[in-house]
């Protein structure tokens, strides 16, 4: 048996990192008030006094889940490019704003929401959040910024094709998800951003950048009124929105299979999943400890026996995002070609383990401090404070679901992770990624 390194490997802390977690752990936050105004925008703001700065998150309801086949990777592309260039700014004046108010400006797009944040000196948050309003606002999206950032998630498109966690976590998701958009690549297809003009990214903004679909939340030391009369003045044009409740995505379609796929490669990547419950679920907190338990850290069980004990793994790890839809657990684990069948078969025996046996209150509680303590390292900062209070309030828990999340968590019992290790683990579906035989 080729056994292998024990140096703490870089995947595995990409893995620690990607382990959706959260936590009321640490001194009670400031208060936050929230605000909605006619056109139905909400507004979150918590004044802390602690830095002279201030961060910025305005969140949209819109994502890949929201897109087909056909239009895959278009909310991705309209955030990169909505920063690019305003019917007042170009990107270079856009970035420059930026600078000169001692902060950043940039946008992203994510399965469930996307987002516009910025950061500030405190005493610059009016012009910050003037900044935000004009990108949200009045982005002129100019067709040469389209091509330039069109290329570049090509580029990564290809690239990510070519590496073999990302080819394996990719076909598992399409797997797990079948139609649901969930299932669909994290960039987008090819085929649909090549074909994407500046009209279709116009008419999809005009169709999801509508106040009743955003979120704007602004963290750090800032006068509150003020800040809600400013927000009122600068946001006062944005569309109200239908408020008719969004199509329901299709459902899920699991394969519960195991495919193979074979590539130039050093190792074999070995990707097992299951679908478990949304964010609002009240299942939730217990399958979070239940992916802690199982591939949170160093402690945990795939670990310490697979990789310490039995030498099996290069990475390894548990991922369950916060999704507003049916959700994923997934445990993934990097290995020696010659080791594949034995890694696959000890990922088999582990999860079988922990839906036959109770496990222990240490190696539970070990869990729960790993999922309270990496939320409180992770809400340091206004940015990622700003961040939690939109996300939590567009996806329809409410921004205090920090707390009450916390509070569930330690709650959960020995009973409660068999419990749903029976109920969510019992059907896997399975991605292998192997090298292509010499």
């Given amino acids: ?240 929105g239908s408020g008719a409740a969004p199509d329901a995505p299709p459902a899920p379609a699991p394969t519960y299979g195991r495919g193979v796929l074979e590539r130039p490669a050093a190792q074999a990547q070995i990707l097992v999943g299951y679908l478990t419950p949304p964010l609002s679920h009240p299942d939730y907190p217990a399958v979070k400890v239940l992916s802690a338990l199982l591939g949170g850290g160093m402690s945990s069980r795939l670990f310490a026996e697979l990789r310490n004990r039995q030498g099996l793994a290069y990475s390894l790890g548990s991922l369950y995002p916060s999704r507003v839809d049916t959700s994923s657990l997934v445990i993934h684990m990097g290995t020696a070609p010659d080791n594949l069948d034995r890694a696959e078969a000890g990922i088999g025996h582990e999860t079988a383990r922990v839906r036959q046996e109770r496990v222990s209150e240490a190696e539970l509680e070990r869990a729960k401090a790993y999922l309270l303590g990496s939320l409180s390292m992770d809400r340091r900062t206004n940015t990622r404070q700003a961040w939690y209070l939109a996300f939590f309030e567009l996806a329809g828990v409410g921004y205090e679901f920090v707390e009450r999340y916390a509070a569930a968590v330690e709650a959960v019992g020995v009973d409660d992770v068999q419990r749903v290790a029976r109920k969510y683990l019992a059907r896997p579906t399975i991605v292998i990624v192997r090298p292509v035989p010499k």
């Fill in 1 to 240: 048996m080729k056994r292998m390194p024990r140096a703490f490997p870089p995947i595995v802390l990409l893995g620690l990192l990607l382990v959706p977690v959260v936590s009321g752990a640490g001194p009670a936050p400031p208060p936050v008030l929230r605000h909605r105004y006619a056109n139905g925008l909400t507004l979150l703001v918590r004044e802390s006094p602690a830095a002279p700065v201030v961060a910025v998150s305005l969140q949209v309801r819109m994502g890949a889940r929201w897109e087909r086949a056909e239009t895959a990777g278009i909310s991705n592309l309209l955030q990169q490019t909505i920063v690019k260039g305003t019917a007042r700014r170009t990107a270079a004046e856009i970035a420059e704003t930026a600078e000169e108010i001692g902060g950043a400006l940039s946008a992203a797009s994510d399965t469930d929401s996307s987002e516009i944040r910025g950061t500030a000196l405190a005493r610059h948050w009016k012009a910050l959040l003037n900044l935000v309003a004009d990108v949200a606002l009045r982005p002129s999206l100019p067709s040469e910024e389209i091509e330039k950032e069109r290329g570049a998630i090509l580029s990564r498109i290809r690239s990510r094709g070519d590496l073999p966690f990302s080819l394996a976590f990719d076909g598992l998701l399409a797997s797990l998800y079948g139609p649901h958009p969930y299932g669909l690549p994290a960039l987008g297809r090819q085929e649909a951003l090549e074909r994407l003009d500046r009209a279709s990214l116009l008419e999809h903004y005009r169709r999801f950048y509508l106040a009743d679909r955003m979120v704007l939340a602004v963290s750090g030391q800032i006068p509150t009124a003020a800040v809600v009369d400013e927000v009122a003045r600068l946001f006062t044009g944005l569309p109200a």
